[in-house]
T-cell receptor, first 110, second 110 residues
Framework: SQTIHQWPATLVQPVGSPLSLECTVE??????LYWYRQAAGRGLQLLFY??????ISSEVPQNLSASRPQDRQFILSSKKLLLSDSGFYLC?????????FGPGTRLTVT | DAKTTQPTSMDCAEGRAANLPCNHS???????VYWYRQIHSQGPQYIIH???NNETNEMASLIITEDRKSSTLILPHATLRDTAVYYC???????????FGKGTKLSVKP
């Protein structure tokens, strides 16, 4: 099975600061990769997905961006964080019918 | 938008079967039914999936109605560790994105 690594586990950032969250995947090759966000008490919102290196699809317009520089590396970024960017960010990988999730990063924007 | 409807919350006594319903009346012929669960502050965990036949694995059973418009996830002997939010998702096979709704918060009580 796959293993998804995410870091950092928690992050507190001021409004207007940049963001970079990294996700790496082990145990598979050429997976579909996903970034989700979960606001407090809410469901998971799909932000971005990627079917290959350099291929990014955005599900919602926002001040976040994603990149996939390597097959098993997925990065979520922002140039200037907003208060509304606070939440639990999850990276996921899928190469068949099962989707594997990472442990998540809890981001608090102050 | 999620294509499924689930009750907001359910309770279950420890050791009893937990039956979690899901309506997906607009499911199309090539879409699968997936179930995931999320324990507080963790990434979602895959449970089971099916197309039209009933499925069983070491975690749960999935019963899909003949018209495929609804399904039920069965945890045969619920434990306190099964307390989580359970998500029912319909998606188009291994290439489809998983769109999470609000799920059902299952509370297993002693």
């Amino acid at each position: 099975s796959q293993t998804i690594h995410q870091w950092p586990a928690t992050l507190v950032q001021p409004v207007g600061s940049p963001l970079s969250l990294e996700c790496t995947v082990e145990g598979t090759s050429n997976p579909n990769l996903y970034w989700y966000r979960q606001a407090a008490g809410r469901g998971l919102q799909l932000l971005f997905y990627s079917v290959g290196i350099g291929q990014i699809s955005s599900e919602v317009p926002q001040n976040l961006s994603a990149s996939r520089p390597q097959d098993r590396q997925f990065i979520l970024s922002s140039k200037k964080l907003l208060l509304s960017d606070s939440g639990f960010y999850l990276c996921a990988s899928r190469d068949s019918y099962e989707q594997y999730f990472g442990p998540g990063t809890r981001l608090t924007v102050t | 938008d999620a294509k499924t409807t689930q009750p907001t919350s359910m309770d279950c006594a420890e050791g009893r079967a937990a039956n979690l319903p899901c309506n997906h009346s607009t499911i199309s012929g090539n879409e699968y039914v997936y179930w995931y669960r999320q324990i507080h502050s963790q990434g979602p965990q895959y449970i089971i999936h099916g197309l039209k036949n009933n499925e069983t694995n070491e975690m749960a059973s999935l019963i899909i109605t003949e018209d495929r418009k609804s399904s039920t996830l069965i945890l045969p002997h619920a434990t306190l560790r099964d307390t989580a939010v359970y998500y029912c998702i319909v998606s188009g096979g291994s290439q489809g994105n998983l769109i999470f709704g609000k799920g059902t918060k299952l509370s297993v009580k002693p």
